[in-house]
Structures are given as structure tokens and as C-alpha cells.
T-cell receptor, first 114, second 114 residues
Framework: KAGVTQTPRYLIKTRGQQVTLSCSPISGHRSVSWYQQTPGQGLQFLFEYFSETQRNKGNFPGRFSGRQFSNSRSEMNVSTLELGDSALYLC?????????????FGPGTRLTVT | AQSVSQHNHHVILSEAASLELGCNYSYGGTVNLFWYVQYPGQHLQLLLKYFSGDPLVKGIKGFEAEFIKSKFSFNLRKPSVQWSDTAEYFCAVTPNTNAGKSTFGDGTTLTVKP
């Protein structure tokens, strides 16, 4: 089975712009989660989607949003980019949201905001 | 709210030395526990997981971890490290009711000297 794929892998944007990142989960996985990884804050949970519904949201401002499509693919959007949004954004998928399932991580999208 | 604490930020060992990385978590309910590894330039990979049953779990590449419920701990061990184990190691916790919302520790960077 193909793993979790994320596009693009690298992105450079300027402050004030917006960006959309894409994630394709492993085939058959219906839960998709997003995380932000920075040297200072480590891995922080952004949000989780299951069956096109956001189930959980982390402690991030409203500029961070996401959605999931009927084929389980997911996108996250960051509007009005700030320098502090520079990070590695990781997507993870799992078969279901219930306990007893593990997450599989993609390679991430490296976002640099200048 | 759940939290995860990893005791060591940076560990330096010589090849063949034994490894133990500490992980403690805080959560009021039943949890699933994970150790992930991130090799330089690669994405997060699952080392091992604990859902239930035998508290001593074995993972890939000779790693094992022991869940001690009374101490809220899930320490990672390897009897003899190799240079190729140089990586960053993350402990993670998910509530048993929600596989998609992981809380990660800050990570431990392991450097193995040949």
C-alpha cells in the first residue's frame, strides 16, 4: 500500500499570503490529522477529520483551517501567514478514530514564511 | 488535558551501550502509547505501540518499552545501540477514544558515536 502523501513538499510564502497544503491518506484510512512541528514547540496537534467532519481542534488561531473530502483526502489552509507559521506540517492517517489504531505519518510539507 | 514529558533532550552514547529513554504522561483516562523515531531527513516512523495486554512491548530494530501504569510511564529501551540508531525519538499518547489526537513529548535526540 502507498503511504501517506503530502503535497507540496516545500513551499516559500511571504507574510500576509495564504497557503493550502494537501494530504492523501493511506487507502482505506478515514481519519486524517494534522500536526505542526517546529524546533521550539515540537509536535503540536492542529486538527483531526473523520468522514468529512472535524472531530477535534488544537489550540491554534482561526487562521488555521482544514477540510476533508469524501475520498478522505484532506487539505489545510493557513491565511494571513505570519513568520511564526514557518514549520514542518505533518499529516497522519489512521483506519478509524477509535482507540486501538495507530497513525501513519507523511513526509510533511516544509513551509517557510519570509 | 493530556501531556507528555520526556526526561532527556539529548543523549550521547557509544555503540554497544544500553539505552533507556524516559517518558511520563498525564491523562485521566485510558490511553494508547507510542514511540516514534525520526531519522535525519526522514519522516516519523512508528517504533512500537501499546494498546493493552502485556505491558512489555517489542518493536522494530530491537527496541522495547515497558508500560508501568502506576507510574504513568512508558520508557523505551535497547540493550545495545548502533550508530544507525542516531535519530530523534518521540513518545506520544492518544486517548483510547480518539486515535487521531496524539500528544507528543518534546523529543529526545540520540547521538550514537561509532
Amino acid at each position: 500500500k502507498a503511504g501517506v502523501t503530502q503535497t507540496p513538499r516545500y513551499l516559500i510564502k511571504t507574510r500576509g499570503q495564504q497557503v493550502t497544503l494537501s494530504c492523501s491518506p493511506i487507502s482505506g484510512h478515514r481519519s486524517v490529522s494534522w500536526y505542526q512541528q517546529t524546533p521550539g514547540q515540537g509536535l503540536q496537534f492542529l486538527f483531526e477529520y473523520f468522514s468529512e467532519t472535524q472531530r477535534n481542534k488544537g489550540n491554534f488561531p482561526g487562521r488555521f483551517s482544514g477540510r476533508q473530502f469524501s475520498n478522505s483526502r484532506s487539505e489545510m489552509n493557513v491565511s494571513t501567514l505570519e513568520l511564526g507559521d514557518s514549520a514542518l506540517y505533518l499529516c497522519a492517517s489512521s483506519l478509524d478514530f477509535a482507540g486501538g489504531y495507530e497513525q501513519y505519518f507523511g513526509p510533511g510539507t516544509r513551509l517557510t514564511v519570509t | 488535558a493530556q501531556s507528555v514529558s520526556q526526561h532527556n533532550h539529548h543523549v550521547i552514547l557509544s555503540e554497544a551501550a544500553s539505552l533507556e529513554l524516559g517518558c511520563n504522561y498525564s491523562y485521566g483516562g485510558t490511553v494508547n502509547l507510542f514511540w516514534y523515531v525520526q531519522y535525519p531527513g526522514q519522516h516519523l516512523q512508528l517504533l512500537l505501540k501499546y494498546f493493552s495486554g502485556d505491558p512489555l512491548v517489542k518493536g522494530i530494530k530491537g527496541f522495547e518499552a515497558e508500560f508501568i501504569k502506576s507510574k504513568f510511564s512508558f520508557n523505551l529501551r535497547k540493550p545495545s545501540v548502533q550508530w544507525s540508531d542516531t535519530a530523534e525519538y518521540f513518545c506520544a499518547v492518544t486517548p483510547n477514544t480518539n486515535a487521531g489526537k496524539s500528544t507528543f513529548g518534546d523529543g529526545t535526540t540520540l547521538t550514537v558515536k561509532p
